[in-house]
């Protein structure tokens, strides 16, 4: 099974990652020899691997409906690339700009 | 410019009669649990704090952090499972549902997907004045993490990001196409309300978020068995938005259905302005949110003496108190529905009516002038400053025959006002009844000369007009003459 | 710099020792931390240093020494009292940066600590430096770090092995008797083995995850290293236990590692046909024989065994790792810290940021691992490879059931290559081959030095069943001891 070009630009998108032409070419390269390896799970016995994905296994251990929070040692201030008022800020979203018109 | 996209209405419409169509509803109900910290960290779940107060580590998705489920979460969850009828599984795990938006810091949201809480459950609607009782079956009941919020209007040009609301717990209660009107949505919503209200599950409140619902609506030829395509309704900020927008969309859906054309399978946002509904603009160009298990949370797994005592634990339900109210107060049918639409006013009737003795005056004052009351300021009931000790004061005042009926009216409009107890008001104001005989006679005289063809009349034998000049004896009081007194001076003054 | 290494090194001594010298009041936490930042001084200098520490701040750690001073003395002077020790970069430390070797992260403080750090810290231990690792813990040669590649100690034109190669080089290279490093398929054994040292890959659980930068959740574990298998010991039993901010973190009890057996009489040693392959290297082959021959001197029986599903591990770890990263690393999108490039509007935000802030392998893996989670390929791989995962833990349990303690295997199929000799991405993902499947079934695995082939080091693995480090520990002591100095020529 190869992985198209179109494949590794719909997953660049999903995962945003701004990859060029060029990489996105030689990453469908890439990406089709190392699934090639993968076929080996094919011949996988699912009759006798089935079931057994949480069978047996410990469960979570919950915590106390309690504070107090996990200190931030710095504020966000300290880390973050833009604040203002205590809001962190990103690029107005596109979904409300001012809608462009359709083609 | 602006070009808002708009759905495919046909002209058409009008002229294609609805009747020839079912309409199919389902609803997604997303409801906030009432818990003090957050789903998977110890932050605060206050509503209302400075943006990015209560953040830690986990909820901001810091790198090196992990999430670590509260024990409440779950009991808060299953105690909704347990009431909706529903199947619990020893065995559910949590899921991450993948898609960048800035809202959500890691990501991804943790949520349950295909192995839910609970599953296969159903919540019953009394008859109402346009509905029948009906029952609707519940898909799931799962828990997840609500995202951060998205602010687009504060700053110019940018989007302002609160992460407070990141992490706090939810319950996505998902319905099965059940429902088949406006109305009936109307109804399961409020049944649905009304039932995590008295579970104490969350505070169900529209406006702050803490219960929202989208609907999945379908129109399909009367009497047929396939569904049709369905749309779904977003930005619903009301019941009636809900009733509202599943009527015009239904009403779209008929129109290109009757004019032979075909339904979109999109999501659609409600204009409440425009009563019309237009398609989102999506976030993704398609939505593949790659779920798969979380494995940073082990299985969630529920055992039998955990239902047992969540069960155990579970509050007084709607129908129980109904049929108590009408047992124990000797109430109607109405009472009882009114009294225990919203439970948080049935416990005050209760407290009311304990004090008080009077079960069927305490909840005509409840119903009447406590309701009427919130509903001018409004209050909920919990902040109201009378509290039902108060009322239930007023109320012996009124039976001891210290207060009239309608000085405790007046007295119960300054209680609310000012939270003071009503035997303070009544004395401040001198609202206590009068029924010294010598003050009776002095507004009596006076009634008589400024109304000398009455009382002449009435003393010749015109009985009917005693109840006039009580009246006018009433009004000199200000209503503080105890009228049946009045009644008996007035008419041994006037020799009748 | 010669080609020779980075000169012969100066151990100030075992874990053990200096908590002997620091609490009889012969050398003060000071000391040693200058002599921890005198020896780094010299093998990171010149453009040929090791770089093994990417970080470190000679104010912060006399620091800690200062505030250790106090607790030194009296009877119960912690564990590790005035012990030296370098921390991986991808491990959450709030004195230094915490960059997981990546531009995305550069210069960025980290506003909490990892619980295995503060543990360290409560058992007396000095976090002396932050050390490089392939980006995110993705490679296994240290070269794929945003801040240049480590060297090997012994030849600055090999690799020290990765991904926790900084941690690896600077406890080969002398400057710290032990170092705290993670695992996700073999990021602590396999540099471990290439450096000549010790290295130790826990249960899953056994120690608290919370603070490790998450590369694949349910695979991740921090490890230690240490010169010698007392050293690693010492730094394990001051991290395991329960921490109530890692749902994932076992309450097994943590027994005493200290505490091993004087022979290996009774031990029964399952010797694992697929880790001996044909192919395998003879001179590699050699050693481990010589190794299970002093197991069974020491008393051991030596049984051969098989675990069928092996040839699984590597496609298995391949797809579930990628998944899980490609979530784990969702969170680096320049909203609320790290790197921010801006471009046009939120999307480009989003898109430039990350397309700059990681490098190829991270990309590679991002891609690899959001395409087999992609709708329409989840069950053809992801779900597929969940079940075959339970297969090689099968595999596992049914040896361990049969009456075998402990496998022993190479640890690696070569020695340390060659900087820049792995061109092909798949051919590096083979060096995992033999320590991929502890991960996969969370079992406890240990690597230690059994030889050397042309000067350069070999290690060989143990693995044991859930929670018996004490088992793995106590079988590597003797076999340490028995090597003596043959594990070093
Ligand atoms: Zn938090």
């Known amino acids: 099974m190869s992985i198209s070009l179109d494949e590794v630009r719909h997953i660049a998108a999903l995962a945003r990652l701004g990859i060029s032409d060029e990489r996105a070419q030689l990453a469908a390269e890439e990406l089709t020899s190392i699934l090639a390896h993968m076929q080996v799970l094919t011949r996988v016995d699912d009759e006798r691997a089935a079931g057994s994905d949480t069978d047996g296994k410990t469960g979570m251990t919950l915590r106390p409906d309690l504070g107090p929070p996990i200190p931030l040692l710095r504020a966000p201030a300290f880390f973050a690339p833009e604040m203002r008022e205590g809001f962190f800020l990103v690029p107005r979203l596109a979904t409300h700009e001012d809608p462009e018109p359709s083609p | 410019m602006s070009v808002r996209e708009t759905v495919e209405s046909p002209r058409a419409a009008d002229s294609v009669a609805s009747g020839a169509f079912e309409m199919v509803v389902g609803l997604e109900v997303h409801v906030q649990l009432l818990t003090r910290t957050k789903a998977f960290c110890r932050c605060a779940t206050d509503f209302g704090a400075p943006p990015n107060t209560n953040v830690c580590p986990v909820c901001l998705g810091l790198p090196g952090a992990l999430p670590v489920l509260n024990e409440h979460v779950v009991d808060l969850a299953l105690r909704a499972a347990i009431a909706l009828d529903c199947e619990i599984h020893p065995v559910s795990i949590f899921a991450r549902k993948n898609y960048f938006y800035p809202d959500l810091p890691k990501g991804y949201q943790i949520s349950q997907y295909d192995r839910p809480l609970a599953t296969a459950g159903r919540l019953t609607t009394d008859a109402t004045g346009e509905t029948a009782a009906s029952t609707v079956r519940i898909t799931r009941v799962h828990i997840e993490e609500d995202a951060g919020k998205s602010v687009h209007d504060r700053f110019a040009g940018v989007s302002a990001i609160d992460l407070n609301r990141a992490g706090v717990p939810l319950i996505e209660i998902v319905s099965e196409p059940d429902i088949r009107s406006a109305a009936a949505a109307g109804a399961y919503l409020r049944a649905l309300k009304q039932l995590l209200e008295y579970l104490e599950v969350s505070d169900v409140n529209m406006e702050e978020g803490s219960l929202r619902v989208d609907a999945n609506v379908s129109a399909r030829p009367v009497g047929a068995s396939t569904l049709g395509t369905k749309t779904e309704l977003k930005n619903l900020n009301s019941f009636s938005a809900v009733e509202r927008a599943l009527d015009a969309e239904f009403a779209r859906q008929c129109a290109l259905l009757g004019a032979g054309q075909r339904v979109m399978q999109q999501t659609l946002l409600w204009d409440a302005g425009s009563a019309a509904v237009r398609p989102a603009r999506s976030k993704e160009e398609s939505h593949d949110y790659r779920y798969f298990p979380d494995p940073d949370l082990p299985p969630l797994l529920v055992d039998r003496a955990r239902i047992k005592r969540v069960r155990n634990d579970l509050p007084e339900l709607p129908a129980a108190r109904k049929a108590r109210y009408r047992e124990t107060f000797g109430l109607g049918a109405y009472d009882a529905d009114v009294l225990t639409a919203e439970r948080s006013l049935g416990s005050y009737f209760e407290e009311v009516a304990r004090a008080h003795r009077d079960s069927k005056t305490a909840a005509n004052w409840v119903m009447g002038e406590v309701r009427a009351a919130l509903n001018a300021r409004r209050l909920e009931i919990d902040r109201f400053p009378v509290r039902p000790a108060d009322v239930a004061e007023l109320l012996d005042l009124v039976a001891s025959g210290t207060l009239s009926g309608t000085a405790a009216k007046r007295v119960f409009a300054l209680m609310a006002e000012t939270g003071d107890r009503a035997s303070q008001i009544a004395a401040r104001e001198g609202l206590a009844q009068v029924r010294d005989d010598a003050a009776l006679r002095e507004w009596i005289e006076q009634v008589i000369a400024e109304h000398e063809p009455e009382a002449t009349r009435c003393a010749r034998g015109e009985r009917k007009l005693l109840g006039v000049l009580v009246g006018f004896v009433m009004k000199k009081s200000k209503g503080r003459a105890d009228p049946k007194r009045v009644n008996q001076l007035l008419a041994e003054r006037l020799g009748v | ?489």
């Open chain 3, 1 to 489: 710099m010669t080609e020779t290494g980075f000169g012969s090194h100066s151990p100030e001594g075992t874990v053990a020792e200096i908590r002997a010298s620091v609490t009889a009041g012969r050398r003060s936490p000071r000391d040693i931390v200058d002599h921890s930042f005198a020896r780094a001084a010299q093998v990171r200098a010149g453009a040929d240093g090791l770089n093994a520490i990417l970080w470190s701040d000679i104010a912060v750690a006399h620091n800690e020494a200062a505030a250790l001073e106090p607790r030194l003395n009296g009877p119960d002077a912690p564990l590790l009292a005035g012990v030296p020790i370098v921390v991986k970069d991808n491990i959450a430390t709030v004195g230094s940066p915490t960059t997981c070797g990546s531009r995305i992260l550069a210069g960025y403080h980290s506003p909490f600590e990892a619980t295995a750090v503060s543990r360290l810290r409560d058992a007396g231990a000095i976090a002396v430096g932050k050390t490089n690792l392939d980006e995110f813990a993705m490679g296994s040669s240290t070269e794929f770090s945003a801040f240049g590649r480590t060297k090997h100690p012994l030849d600055p034109r090999l690799v020290p092995g990765g991904s926790s190669g900084g941690s690896a080089a600077a406890v080969a290279a002398g400057i710290t008797p032990a170092a705290l490093g993670s695992e996700t398929g073999g990021s602590v054994r396999q540099p471990a083995a290439f450096c000549g040292i010790v290295g130790v890959k826990p249960t899953y659980g056994r120690v608290s995850r919370y603070g490790l930068v998450a590369f694949a959740s349910s695979l991740d574990q921090i490890g230690v290293f240490g010169a010698h298998v007392d050293d690693a010991a010492a730094v394990l039993q001051a991290i395991a236990g329960r921490d109530g901010l890692d749902a994932t973190s076992s309450d097994a009890p943590v027994p005493d590692y200290g505490e091993y057996p004087p022979t290996l009489r009774g031990l029964v040693i399952g010797k694992p046909r697929e880790y001996f392959p044909h192919q395998l290297d003879p001179r590699i082959a050699d050693l481990c024989e010589r190794a299970l021959d002093r197991c069974r001197e020491l008393g051991a029986a030596v049984r051969e065994v098989s675990l069928p599903h092996t040839e699984l591990a590597i496609p298995v770890y391949y797809i579930v790792a990628p998944a899980e990263a490609s979530s784990n690393l969702a969170r680096f999108d320049g909203v609320r810290y790290g790197l921010r490039v801006t471009d046009h509007g939120l999307r480009g935000m989003y898109e430039a940021t990350r397309s700059s802030g990681f490098g190829p392998e991270v990309t590679r893996r991002i891609l690899l691992g959001t395409y087999v989670l992609s709708a329409g390929y989840y069950d053809a791989y992801y779900a597929k490879a969940m079940r075959a995962r339970t297969l090689i833990a099968t595999d596992f349990d049914e040896v361990f059931r049969s009456g075998v303690d402990v496998l022993f295997t190479p640890t690696t199929p070569t020695t340390a290559f060659a900087a820049g000799s792995r061109t092909d991405p798949y051919q590096m993902y083979l060096s995992d081959i033999f320590t991929v499947t502890a991960n996969l079934a969370g079992i406890p695995a240990l690597s230690l030095p059994i030889g050397r082939i042309d000067g350069l080091p070999v290690g060989g693995q143990l693995l044991a069943p859930h929670f018996a480090e004490q088992r793995l520990l106590g079988v590597a002591r003797l076999l340490e001891h028995s090597l003596g100095a043959e594990a070093h020529r």
